[in-house]
């Protein structure tokens, strides 16, 4: 059983060999640990560091892209590196490293295929009030859109197995963080959540830059994952609002029609039928949105079984020339 724990990592020089220190060594039930981390596009000497702490991988963007794309690097060099369980966690030495025991092991007894940490929000002293409203409200969200019961949905502190890691797919530029909960949960993966300790700030957030900013990015991360699980069902809650309207207008000329004073009402007429076609044309979107999705679950399956050939493969060759390597060492010694 191989784990490997993957760091994002832009311009951390100064925190990172610090949160490297805090990782575990060894933890019952693992037979391999290995560190990744991904530098995107950092400009100090964070793969300098990273390198002379003994890294076993950096995978380095030439600019920075952001954090969801590289989650999204990192889990896929991880699987191509053989990790039958990849954690996530930050640069800043944010999450208790001991802990990464924690959230693993409900991978490692077969009852969940993601974990995520639950930090102590309401206790955590570097977290404004509003900011605390603010986590507990997108977190309320994205319980209500993914259907589980997530607590912390903002904590980049995660557990994958290998076979969840295959069936990732992150599409916004933001954070990888609320659309996984939502993919997990609309798919049926094995989802849970444990507690976690957290650490004294060492620096401030590079993703929190404003509560307006933070909250609009999140809705939107959280709306289009939506919508993209679920798309007849929102569009049909949009179509619902012009069609009623526009069928109650409609009703009131008609009460005006049959009491012969419908002469004086024709704008009306002309309101609730623009206001039915527009609810009509919203739900026809809605039907072919849906149909849109229904081939978006065959394309993620296909997608997912040419992973599963792509990196086993790369995993087996990666054991060979590894074999391979030993036996020369021992054959030159």
Known sequence: MKLIIQIPCYNEAET?????????????????????IINDGSKDNTVEVARNWGVHYVVSFKQNKGLAKGFMAGIDACLRHGADIIVNTDADNQYCGEDIETIVRPILDGKADMVIGERPIDDTAHFSPVKKKLQHLGS??????????????PSGFRAFSREAAMRLNVVNDYT????????????????????????????????????????????LTI???????????????????????????????????????????????????TLLIIGF??????????????NRRILEDVQYHVRKLEYDRETERNRREGSAELHDGHNHS
């Open 140 to 153: 309320w969200v994205v319980r209500k859109a993914s259907h589980t019961n997530i607590p912390d949905a």
């Open 176 to 219: 990888y963080t609320l659309e996984t909960i939502v993919q997990a949960g609309r798919s049926k993966m094995p989802i849970m959540s444990v507690p976690i300790r957290t650490n004294p700030e060492l620096r401030s957030s590079r993703l929190f830059h404003s509560m307006w900013g933070y909250v609009k990015k999140s809705m």
């Open 281 to 294: 044309i919203t739900f026809v979107i809605g039907l072919l949105a849906d149909t849109i999705a229904a």
């Open 223 to 273: 709306l289009r994952a939506f919508m993209w699980y679920k798309p007849l069902y929102c569009f049909s809650l949009v179509a619902l609002f012009p069609a009623l309207i526009g069928l109650g207008i409609g009703i009131r000329f008609l009460v005006f029609y049959f009491r012969g004073t419908g002469n004086g009402h024709v704008q009306s007429l002309i309101l609730a039928c």
């Open 16 to 36: 990172l060999e610090i949160a490297l220190n805090d990782l575990p060594k060894h933890i019952d039930g693992i037979d391999e640990i290995e560190y990744l």
